[in-house]
């Protein structure tokens, strides 16, 4: 070992460190609670939005809402998009009454007319 100038003691060799082992059911162990923590988490998300959905369901017509569902469903299937998506529509609709649907704008059939 070797001191700093503040006092601290450094390893200079590999064979001065404690090595340290965990069983390999602890680590299995803990990979399966991580894995259940995880899916829990998916599950409560899931469950949000669809809570939100089926609050905008009752909100809007069922046209608006086979509109809905197909917008929805060019987000990723995470329940984490599912719930910005119908949290922000079911503001929408609260707000204004409407659900926030993007209509384009309808094509020119004739050419605008220009000078020269």
């Avoid at 965990?22 to 899916?39: F, K, M, N, T």
Wanted: glycine share 6%.
């Amino acid at each position: 070992m070797k001191r700093r100038a503040n006092g601290q003691s450094v390893l200079l060799f590999a064979e001065q460190i404690e090595l340290r082992t965990v069983p390999a059911s602890q680590w299995i162990e803990s990979a399966q609670h991580d894995g259940e923590e995880s899916l829990q988490r998916d599950h409560d998300t899931a469950m949000h939005a669809t809570m939100l959905r089926d609050e905008v369901r009752r909100l809007v017509s069922p046209e608006d809402y086979t509109v809905l569902v197909a917008a929805r469903e060019r987000f990723a299937a995470s329940g984490s998009y599912g719930i910005y998506f119908w949290q922000k529509q079911l503001t929408h609709v609260r707000e204004f009454g409407r659900p926030d649907i993007f209509t384009p704008s309808p094509c020119l059939t004739a050419r605008l007319p220009f000078p020269g």
